[in-house]
């Protein structure tokens, strides 16, 4: 198992800058995970991380959720494994993020996303304590997850996600803050 970093000790991701509320923080507590009563040990989804928006153009968009919202941009970054200009818009202090996802190319998966649906909701993001247990978890309920191994994510993080056909229609992502 992973070491449990600052972040995933206060339940904050790595792009947080201290802002974010705490109350989305677990509790702190030197109990052993509880197992709830649908075989996830109760720690492993800590709360909501993100929603995933895809845009055609990053720059509008921060402009926009800054401009007409008032939200303020957290993190930007590019991900050239995901094929992705991404950036992350902090919804005031609630701890959650808006991530809008434009194509770093036209090939990659937003890219297609956009041709396929246009621009909108693309998925929801739960942060977990461990991306690998979650994993195993859902994969021993016949859940099928996009990647055989997490990926690296938004400011190091590691990710995987649920297969849409599998989440109601939903493309789920499992977030992992990094550590440190």
Do not use: W
């Not at 929603?51 to 008032?70: C, K, M, N, R, S």
């Amino acid at each position: 198992m992973r070491n449990q970093s600052q972040s995933l000790a206060t339940g904050r991701p790595s792009y947080d800058d201290g802002r974010m509320s705490q109350h989305d923080a677990p509790a702190q507590s030197t109990a052993r995970s509880t197992t709830h009563h649908h075989g996830i040990p109760e720690d492993l989804f800590v709360c909501i991380d993100h929603v995933g928006v895809a845009v055609p153009d990053l720059d509008e968009a921060i402009a926009f959720y800054q401009g007409t919202f008032g939200m303020r941009l957290q993190h930007e970054e590019v991900n050239e494994e995901q094929g992705v200009r991404e950036a992350m818009i902090a919804v005031g202090d609630s701890g959650s993020c808006i991530q809008l996802l434009a194509p770093a190319s036209e090939d990659s998966t937003i890219a297609k996303f956009l041709d396929r649906s246009g621009p909108g909701l693309q998925q929801l993001a739960y942060r977990v304590t461990d991306v690998e247990r979650v994993s195993a978890v859902l994969r021993e309920r016949g859940v099928r997850l996009l990647y055989d191994e997490p990926r690296r994510g938004t400011a190091g993080s590691r990710i995987n996600f649920v297969h849409p056909k599998d989440a109601g229609g939903v493309l789920v992502e499992l977030v992992e803050p990094a550590e440190g």
